[in-house]
């Protein structure tokens, strides 16, 4: 089994701290320390064996541990998780997570020394939030209580602070999660060695990156290259902006890179690139539920008029195209509702409940002019209600090999339906524009699907 | 007293509708009708006078309401609306707002002679949600408890559904408004009479438009270069694309011409462009609660790294530049926190609180080379406490003439913080691309105001 499986996957792990030790620089401190047992203790369904340097009675040593884990998380300061973690790897564990920072330069040698000398894997330091798996309920954050549903994401963040910033994302808004993974300092473990592990993992169906720079482009370009060919991968990229980037080399070190470059070689590998957090969950969530787009046709089906509109700005906006409705698929709405004008974007009027939706989706779906469907259903000032939902996941069921997504346009109209369909196969954007760029990214990586990269 | 006036600053209203008449083109239904009135009696602090015309008892016809009021609002098909139309002009009464839809040409034509022979003036007909004016409560739409807090923010919109998304955003994330008004098939008052009437509004300070095409272009823009130089206004455009444009035609009969054109008539007029729902509002909140941006230097002030990166991004994305802080500055801010690195974005590092921020704020605001401060107080990963953000508030109080805007970028960090700061003088934003476009928006308006127009 490669190491790298234990930081997500072990039977048991030591979370090692102490009780007594605060400092500022790198965030260790006795009230994290007790946040992430609490997490361990009430999500992990593994053995967590709590060893505190300073307690007053207990395991006070991670060579004392009962049995040997596979994995050990570290929430020390520097000087004391380096003898740790020697002592473990002695001990035969094989993988550490060290979540907090303020390492100097000859400490992370010492840990890379370690790495070598003992065949361990380490994650870290300063990964701030460490890992969350929620197949197994592995929760290494100080966040208490902060822990995304189940789903099939998987994100990396070179960031604590944008790693966390997903992780809220994701909690608040019920993302599907499998795994989170926070790089920090990056002395062992890194983007390659994650993206070969997710690659493999069954419960990983989309890959999400965070990054400021990668020290190993070249190669981990070449692995990029054949994951997508199964799963795609999204990228959000910092210090993109010369300025921006000048602060990156101080914040992760890393050097960014010239932008275009990295641009060209995301496109070489198939890996896709989003703008901002939102975005990369966004559109995650339509890889995870919906198939690629294998063509650029989108019909638009709403219940008010301006939306629909809107909708059909943002979808050519986004390099795709309004689909032109067959003559048959257009007598077959208008005979079954003479009120509606089947063209497209198709106007379903404010009265229109579940039965419409169905018959005239099911409708545009079966048109072999159209490769996938956004439709809009307010609340506000129509006779819609958030039960009738249902209605279009299980149409678009139907039609497996089309995506749709769907969009109660606003604040409380989209809270209302996202509750009714966040357990769902369907995609729930709070506007138009939001889902026509989940759907540009459904068709790009359909495009990576047919040639294999460059999109 | 102009006519337009009475549609949002009634002391009485007359609402017109039957209990039986339902009607599935149009929209009328007892329903409908019933709802209206709950909200009119509900917030609505004048004098309501509900008239049904299929009533058991009360009054059955808008001429025998026992005092004139100065505005009608109608709920009925278009027959009995524009007989209840004529006998109340008849009776007095001097604005009309009607509902409903489905009038044909004639029946169009046949309210504006309405209009010339008795010298009122109609919103709509087709307004659907009609009016709102939060001062006096005035509540037209029939969406039971559907009122946005208080504010000076101004909404036309000449899509329902659009409105509608608008009016549940700024209910749902707590927008304060001042009127919302709904065109609808605009055969009297239009785009022109709402920009007059706002001007003078003294509840309102900035201006939003969701407009498709405008027919009286060249005064619309005459009319626009003076109000912009008190108020600022903001316009998204449907009909963007050859494609929605078509569309558009037929949904409110807008010739949506092209979109250079458009863009170039805004420009000429220094009305600001935004791309959605969204952008819209979070500009209109920037604007009605921070003065503009004076000049392009951005500081960016965060307790998390990669965020700020991402900010930075943004804000150079998005037109601005990253200050440089003036030696002073930086001197100021590191002998007070060691541990601070004071260059722009300045980290203040997870453990910041409120004394912290205070300090470097009120430093960084003193900066003569910046104009403007984005700070990002994440929760998650940090020490930050939702109440902290009221320092922000405080702090930036005292630089009066420099924009500040708040980021706790996230899910649940957003909804926290933004509690807390709802009634403040700050605007909050989920992410810090949304505060850049927003900061955007404020330089924008800084220049409108320093050249008059072309910005």
């Not at 005979?335 to 379903?348: C, I, R, T």
């Amino acid at each position: 089994m490669p190491v790298v499986k234990s930081i997500f996957e072990p039977k048991a792990v030591a979370l090692v701290g102490s009780s007594r030790i605060r400092e500022k620089v790198g965030m260790t401190s006795p009230h994290m320390f007790a946040n992430v047992a609490y997490n361990m203790t009430k999500f992990f369904r593994g053995e967590t064996y709590v060893v505190d340097l300073e307690g007053e009675k207990g395991v006070k040593t991670i060579d004392k541990v009962p049995h040997t884990p596979e994995l050990a998380v570290v929430v020390l300061p520097p000087r004391n998780a380096i003898e740790q973690v020697e002592k473990g790897a002695e001990r035969g564990i094989e993988a550490f997570v060290l979540l907090t920072g303020g390492f100097k330069n000859v400490q992370r040698k010492q840990l890379s020394d370690l790495t070598r000398e003992y065949g361990i894997r380490i994650l870290g330091p300063n990964t701030i939030m460490g890992v969350v798996n929620t197949a197994n309920g592995l929760n290494t954050t100080f966040e208490r209580d902060v822990m995304p549903p189940r789903g099939s994401i998987s994100v990396v963040s070179q960031s604590g602070g944008v790693g966390a910033c997903l992780l809220d994302w994701a909690c608040h808004y019920g993302v599907g999660v499998s795994k989170f993974a926070f790089m920090g300092d990056k002395i062992d473990v890194d983007d390659i060695d994650l993206l070969r592990y997710f690659e493999k993992d069954p419960n990983t169906k989309v890959i999400c990156f965070y990054v400021e720079g990668v020290e190993k482009g070249r190669e981990f370009i070449e692995v990029a290259k054949e994951v997508v060919k199964t799963k795609p991968i999204l990228a959000l990229k910092g210090g993109v902006t010369r300025e921006a980037a000048k602060r990156a080399l101080s914040h992760t070190a890393s050097v960014a890179g010239s932008d275009v470059v990295f641009d060209a070689a995301f496109k070489k590998a198939g890996i896709i690139r989003v703008e901002d957090v939102e975005q990369l969950l966004d559109a995650a969530v339509a890889l995870s539920k919906q198939p690629p787009l294998k063509g650029d046709n989108i019909a638009i089906v709403s219940n008010v008029g301006g939306p629909a509109i809107l909708a059909a700005d943002a979808v050519v906006r986004d390099g795709l195209k309004l689909a032109t409705l067959s003559e048959k698929t257009r007598l077959r709405i208008e005979k079954q509702f003479p009120g509606v004008e089947a063209v497209n974007p198709v106007d379903l009027i404010a009265d229109a409940r579940a039965d419409r939706y169905s018959f005239v989706l099911d409708a545009v779906l079966s048109d072999s002019n159209v490769d996938g469907v956004m439709v809009i259903n307010m609340l506000k000032s129509t006779f819609f209600e958030p039960e009738d939902a249902l209605a279009v996941v299980e149409t678009a069921a139907k039609h497996g090999d089309k995506p749709v997504v769907d969009v109660p346009a606003g604040g409380e109209d989209f809270a209302l339906v996202q509750k009714v369909l966040r357990n769902s196969s369907m995609p729930v954007y709070n506007l138009p524009e939001k889902a026509a760029k989940a759907l540009r990214v459904l068709r790009l990586y359909g495009r990576v699907k047919e040639k294999g990269v460059e999109v």
